[in-house]
Nanobody, 121 residues
Framework: QVKLVESGGGLVQPGGSLRLSCVAS????????MGWYRQAPGKQRELVAR???????NYADSLKDRFTISRDNGENTVYLQMNSLKPEDTAVYYC???????????????WGQGTQVTVSS
């Protein structure tokens, strides 16, 4: 069984920072891409940032100046550093991974359960 477990969410004041972490575990052979998406109430899930094994990144244009994605390939972990947080960043943040799982013998998409980030004074 494959799991993506997020941590680091919580309540933060506007202008503050948070660092999210996500660890992939299970019968994993290879991970191509890891990343973060978010979903605010009443809105569709949207891309925040993604990073490949080689370190290539892509961000939502509106977030690239404040958010930074990084990855530890050896630990199957992806991080999201979020700075200068705004109330509109409030959402559930989901970890994403595109990886080859031995039991499936193919690349598939996997999602974490989500972690709540609330930006409020």
């Amino acid at each position: 069984q494959v799991k993506l477990v997020e941590s680091g969410g919580g309540l933060v004041q506007p202008g503050g920072s948070l660092r999210l972490s996500c660890v992939a575990s299970g019968n994993i052979y290879s991970i191509k891409t890891m990343g973060w998406y978010r979903q605010a109430p009443g809105k569709q899930r949207e891309l925040v940032a993604r990073i490949t094994t080689e370190g290539m990144t892509n961000y939502a244009d509106s977030l690239k100046d404040r958010f930074t994605i990084s990855r530890d390939n050896g630990e199957n972990t992806v991080y999201l550093q979020m700075n200068s947080l705004k109330p509109e960043d409030t959402a559930v943040y989901y970890c994403y991974s595109y990886m080859f799982v031995r039991t499936n013998l193919d690349f598939s998409e996997y999602w974490g359960q989500g972690t709540q980030v609330t930006v409020s004074s």
